[in-house]
Nanobody, 124 residues
Framework: QVQLAESGGGLVQAGDSLRLSCAAS????????MGWFRQAPGKERVFVAA????????YYTDSVKGRFTISRDDAKNTVYLQMDSLKPADTAVYYC?????????????????WGQGTQVTVSS
């Protein structure tokens, strides 16, 4: 059975960087799209970034464009989220998820496997 495990979260100051990792156990990421989502306190979980199988055409929500970079290493069954210039508004629990196929979407219902989440806290 495939499981996803996020790591790399923590407490940082505004302007700092973090790199989140999401590792899969059991089976590979291929040929599935992978996504990152986040849930801030008291808010719904929302889309952050996604990457198709093969790594082409990553897609980001507007608030993180130019600051976050999603990437994947299918040989290591790992997807990453590099987060630069962090802001207090980025504070949330971050989740990785595997899509049902290789295509990109921001729709959470399309993702059928989720990790347990990792906390990112950005202080001002």
């Amino acid at each position: 059975q495939v499981q996803l495990a996020e790591s790399g979260g923590g407490l940082v100051q505004a302007g700092d960087s973090l790199r989140l990792s999401c590792a899969a156990s059991g089976r590979t990421f291929s040929p599935y799209a992978m996504g990152w989502f986040r849930q801030a306190p008291g808010k719904e979980r929302v889309f952050v970034a996604a990457i198709s199988w093969g790594g082409g055409s990553p897609y980001y929500t507007d608030s993180v464009k130019g600051r976050f970079t999603i990437s994947r290493d299918d040989a290591k069954n790992t997807v990453y989220l590099q987060m630069d210039s962090l802001k207090p508004a980025d504070t949330a629990v971050y989740y990785c998820a595997r899509g049902r196929n290789s295509g990109l979407t921001i729709n959470q219902g399309y993702y059928n496997l989720w990790g347990q989440g990792t906390q990112v806290t950005v202080s001002s």
